[in-house]
């Protein structure tokens, strides 16, 4: 019993050492022989099914995610009616359909207005229950907001999609606690579409106009690559100037190459020339002022005094008033004053004009006069062409060359369109020149871009595992069945036959599906047989025409060795 054990204990890692040797065991039985081929040919008709299933259902693309179950149900309703095939995620519940009719089943869901979107806006507030708290009802007052903001800003025709986020701080008594509201909105912007400087503008105005107390500084636009759209608040004058030039240059760059499209298309066609426009603008603004004086003016203001002289041996009047009124006075006589040393002297005699005053010694007069004043302001506004340069190419024709008058007709046309000015030294030039490219040619799609290219594929996939499958299962499994016939043959002509017609001669099928009956070998034959080559033959053979025989022959041969 101790070998016995140690046997076995001996042989289980050996065995369990050699798995191969395990399979090809387990494969080597008769009946796993007669089974293989009719499992292997379920095998790959299952995974022929398999990968039919999986191929001939086209991509998925999610159309919804996240949706009530009412609006779930509503779409999915919607989509059989109008025969589009919608699966429902178990997982996620996010609702997908097939990759081809995805716009359509978008198209007919918004023309029904499907899924019917939560209740937004003010419609909220009318959803309170009774007795909500004052924080929970200021809540849905700024979400009300938010929500009537963001469908404002969706009108827009660049914008897609909105949300707009409000900080209303609570309000306070005391001045220095108080905090001004702010706001923040993202906008999701249609394919190919942008946001102008000017609908920038409005956005910011819009909503800061629609809360109290918030400045337009105080609002930050997002686009939803993530771009800040709105310009920082601490930015100089300086740049904001610098912007508004070149805004000015662009538009003066934009109309003149408008007009030489506008010029130009009728007479070579769309896409046959190009044109390019560089303006230099002055855009320094000027501010000029004159003053002019009149040579003469108006006395305005006069101060002064003057002195008189008396007559030498002249006398003061005296005596009784009134004695000799009708006296004649005595006969006066007329002297020249001396003017003092050092002094500017009196009023000197004038040619033409009235006789000084004897009287007057001297004067000293302080005289005002009002000058004509003439001011004048120039300002001179930016936008003005210092120099001009004009670009055009036209497309070469594809029979024949342009002459050089065409161009020459063209360049004038251009000189009169730009409003050429050679005091300016304005550049003009024209040339004619063969395009990279053709513009008015279909760029055809790629091969791997066209829509028949995975329903082919998918076609071609399942012709290729049903040829692997008739291969693979079917002919192996054709030729097993065809072998065990052949085989069975000989064996059931042997098991009806007496015991002294087992050298009768065996029946087989030619090539050409013509029964064939060859002469049994016999034992003569085999110690008659000349080559090794041709006694290999006739072992061969009478083992094939006698197994019994062959079998008694060799357990004969291995008591002969054994003795």
């Keep these: 019993m101790s070998t016995a054990l140690t046997t076995t204990s001996a042989g289980g890692p050996e065995r369990f050492a050699n798995p191969l040797r395990q399979i090809q065991g387990v494969m080597a039985q008769p009946a796993v022989r007669r089974t293989a081929p009719m499992a292997l040919m379920v095998g790959l008709i299952g995974a022929a099914a398999l990968a039919w299933t999986s191929l001939s259902t086209p991509p998925q693309k999610t159309l919804f995610s996240g949706l009530a179950d009412a609006d779930k149900a509503a779409v999915v309703q919607s989509l059989e009616q109008a025969s589009i095939t919608a699966h429902v995620d178990d997982g996620t519940g996010a609702i997908t359909v097939d990759e081809d009719a995805y716009s359509k089943a978008r198209m007919l869901l918004a023309s029904q207005g499907l899924p019917k979107a939560a209740p937004g806006g003010y419609a909220i507030l009318d959803q309170l229950p009774m007795g909500v708290s004052r924080a929970v009802?200021?809540?849905?007052?700024?979400?009300?907001?938010?929500?009537?903001?963001?469908?404002?800003?969706?009108?827009?025709?660049?914008?897609?999609?909105?949300?707009?986020?409000?900080?209303?701080?609570?309000?306070?008594?005391?001045?220095?606690?108080?905090?001004?509201?702010?706001?923040?909105?993202?906008?999701?912007?249609?394919?190919?579409?942008?946001?102008?400087?000017?609908?920038?503008?409005?956005?910011?105005?819009?909503?800061?106009?629609?809360?109290?107390?918030?400045?337009?500084?105080s609002v930050t636009i997002v686009d939803q690559a993530g771009a800040l759209l709105t310009k920082p608040g601490g930015r100089d004058a300086l740049g904001a100037a610098g912007d508004e030039r070149l805004d000015v240059q662009n538009r003066v760059e934009d109309k003149y190459r408008q007009q030489l499209t506008q010029l130009l298309t009728p007479l070579l066609g769309a896409g046959n020339f190009s044109a390019e426009v560089q303006a230099d603008v002055n855009l320094d603004e000027t501010q000029a002022t004159r003053e002019s004086y009149e040579k003469q003016g108006a006395l305005r203001a006069e101060t002064g005094n003057w002195t008189g002289n008396q007559a030498s041996g002249g006398q003061a009047p005296g005596g009784i008033p009134g004695a000799l009124s009708n006296t004649p006075p005595p006969a006066s006589t007329l002297q020249v004053p001396t003017p003092a040393v050092g002094a500017s002297g009196g009023p000197q005699p004038v040619a033409g004009g009235p006789a000084p005053d004897a009287a007057k010694q001297s004067d000293s007069y302080q005289r005002a006069y009002d000058l004509g004043r003439e001011v004048s302001v120039t300002r001179a506004a930016p936008g003005s062409i210092k120099r001009l340069s004009v670009a055009v190419v036209l497309r070469e024709p594809d029979k024949g060359r342009r002459t050089a008058m065409e161009i020459t007709q063209i360049t004038d046309l251009v000189k009169s369109a730009v409003g050429y000015d050679a005091n300016r030294q304005d550049q003009v030039t024209v040339i004619s020149k063969k395009f990279a490219g053709s513009t008015d040619a279909v760029v055809a799609p790629a091969w791997y871009d066209n829509a028949w290219l995975p329903m082919v594929a998918r076609n071609l996939t399942a012709v290729v595992i049903v040829l692997l499958v008739l291969l693979l299962g079917v002919r192996p499994l054709a030729k097993s069945l065809m072998k065990k016939r052949d085989d069975a043959m000989p064996g059931a002509a042997q098991a009806g036959a007496p015991l002294g017609a087992l050298g009768a001669g065996v029946t087989t099928v030619g090539p050409d599906g013509v029964p064939v009956v060859t002469a049994p070998v016999s034992l003569d034959q085999m110690e008659n047989s000349r080559g090794y080559d041709e006694r290999i033959g006739a072992v061969r053979g009478f083992t094939r025409d006698n197994p019994a025989r062959a079998a008694l022959a060799v357990r004969d041969m291995i008591k002969a060795d054994a003795k």
Excluded: W, Y
């Design 137 to 217: 009802e200021g809540e849905r007052l700024r979400q009300a907001r938010e929500t009537e903001l963001a469908r404002s800003i969706q009108d827009i025709d660049a914008v897609a999609e909105a949300r707009v986020h409000l900080a209303t701080p609570e309000a306070s008594v005391f001045v220095r606690d108080k905090a001004e509201p702010t706001a923040s909105v993202i906008v999701k912007l249609n394919a190919g579409r942008s946001l102008s400087d000017a609908q920038v503008s409005s956005i910011i105005n819009l909503v800061a106009s629609s809360v109290p107390g918030m400045k337009p500084d």
